[in-house]
């Protein structure tokens, strides 16, 4: 190839630019664990790439290569990749036109009861209820133990208690009851005898 015709290529490849998409080859265009795989190779290191509209863009590694994975599928199977300003139509290998939706099926069995949960973390302290209304009168209680035996009392002492068989007890002194000193002899005349009593005295 001489100079000049060198010169008309250059001039004719400034004037009609080979377009990006002329240079991207896909490797793979398919279904693949449902998801979209889209990959391939492009001149084109400067352009983001995205897939059929979306807003998510792929990058190329530094010898060119890409590769797409997403789940948007087209209806009709046929992907519009769009590298800088160029668009390209992509074929989806294992793909079938989406249909029209089908009936609704018929609801299924009841499944089976499922595994007790968690035990729930402690709630918070309620607020405080409103005061009860009094309740009935309960029965009578059974009768108590016998108490034990209390201690015994100090002995009176002569100036504070005495025994007397006057009508009246001593000034200073008030009655503390009647004790019978001598039992009576029944009899008529001089054999009976009445009962003696004395008073006992105490201040």
């Not at 008309?8 to 991207?24: D, E, G, Y």
């Not at 006057?166 to 054999?191: E, F």
Request: with cysteine; charged share 30%.
């Amino acid at each position: 190839m001489n100079k000049y015709v060198s010169s008309i290529l250059v001039f004719l490849f400034a004037l009609f630019p080979v377009s990006v998409v002329a240079k991207t080859k896909i490797s793979k265009a398919e279904i693949n664990a449902g998801m979209v795989v889209v990959s391939g190779k492009t001149d084109s290191r400067d352009n983001n790439i995205f897939w059929d509209g979306t807003d998510t863009g792929y990058s190329t590694d530094p010898n060119g290569r890409f590769e797409i994975r997403t789940n948007v599928l087209p209806q009709d199977c046929v992907g519009e990749l769009q590298i800088g300003d160029d668009f390209l139509n992509v074929v989806v290998a294992l793909c079938g036109p989406q249909g029209t939706p089908g009936q609704q099926g018929i609801p299924g069995s009841r499944g089976d009861k499922g595994d007790r949960g968690d035990k729930g973390d402690k709630g918070d302290k309620g607020d405080r209820g409103d005061k009860g209304d009094k309740g009935d009168k309960g029965d009578r209680g059974d009768k108590g133990n016998k108490g034990d035996k209390g201690d015994r009392g100090s002995d009176a002492t002569a100036n504070n208690v005495i025994l007397t068989t006057q009508t009246n007890c001593p000034s200073g002194m008030r009655s503390l009851g009647k004790v019978q000193v001598k039992a009576g002899r029944p009899g008529g005349g001089d054999r009976g005898s009445d009962p003696i009593y004395a008073h006992l005295c105490g201040r």
